[in-house]
């Protein structure tokens, strides 16, 4: 994804700039973030513009609505180094991410959220569903509108994983560490090779699931709805940042 994030959000997380996630910037305003679209991700700024323990604790209390209005995405911090000494389990956190993380960081931490979030959310019966795509990964079988889908195992897996994290674009590098392993010594055209053999099993309707990004990678595309996930990011003044 392109990042579009204002001035703002990269004086938040300047590191977030340089990674290829979609920003919103929003303003801090619980009723209006959750009757909107439902983000992959939540940073809430505690590190800047808001002045110290007033910040900190303003940044706390925000955290603690969200969470209490239900919202269910990954929910992150940020802060500077002395405000880590203010964060605790009343946050209702997922993670918390300082101001100077370089961009390795902040993915990291990202991926690791959306991955948690994703295993919970999969908990109670262990299946995958991404639309009219429902995968269980305990029988290593898929199915499209309830009828199977005959894959191999790396294409399950590719498919497994793209499923996982609806919306959001990999290169084909990091598909080939995710899904081969990192000891694996084959190049992106078995990334390719793949994405084309699993849009062949889709059908003409559905093959527009796996959705290319050009000159970036690929992603798993839902239809349009009202609550599709968005990136967002919070800023500070009185902002909320998703990311």
């Not at 929003?26 to 991700?41: C, E, F, K, M, Y």
């Not at 269910?72 to 100077?100: F, I, N, R």
């Not at 029988?139 to 994983?161: G, I, Q, R, S, V």
Request: aromatic share 6%; net charge neutral; with cysteine.
């Amino acid at each position: 994804m392109t990042a579009i994030a204002g001035e703002r959000a990269r004086r938040v997380l300047p590191g977030l700039d340089l990674l290829p996630h979609t920003l919103r910037v929003a303003p801090r305003d619980v009723s209006a973030l959750i009757s909107g679209p439902n983000p992959d991700i939540v940073l809430v700024d505690g590190a800047h513009g808001l002045g110290t323990r007033s910040g900190l604790a303003e940044a706390r209390d925000t955290c603690r609505l969200l969470r209490a209005t239900g919202l269910s995405s990954p929910l992150l911090a940020v802060v500077d180094e002395a405000g880590l000494a203010a964060v605790s389990a009343e946050w209702a956190l997922d993670d918390v991410v300082l101001a100077t993380a370089g961009p390795a960081e902040i993915e990291a931490r990202l991926r690791l959220v959306t991955a948690r979030r994703t295993a919970q959310a999969a908990g109670a019966n262990g299946l995958i569903t991404a639309g009219e795509l429902v995968i269980d990964p305990a029988t290593y079988a898929a199915k499209l509108k309830a009828a199977p889908l005959d894959l191999t195992y790396k294409e399950f897996e590719l498919l497994k994983f793209l499923a996982q994290h609806p919306g959001r674009v990999f290169t084909r590098d990091q598909l080939l560490r995710e899904v081969w392993g990192y000891d694996y010594f084959g190049g992106h055209r078995t990334v390719d090779v793949h994405v084309r053999r699993l849009r062949a099993k889709l059908g003409s309707e559905y093959e527009s699931m796996i959705g290319t990004v050009r000159q970036v990678g690929y992603k798993l595309v839902l239809p349009p709805r009202p609550e599709s996930a968005q990136a967002f990011a919070t800023a500070a003044e009185l902002e909320t940042m998703f990311a």
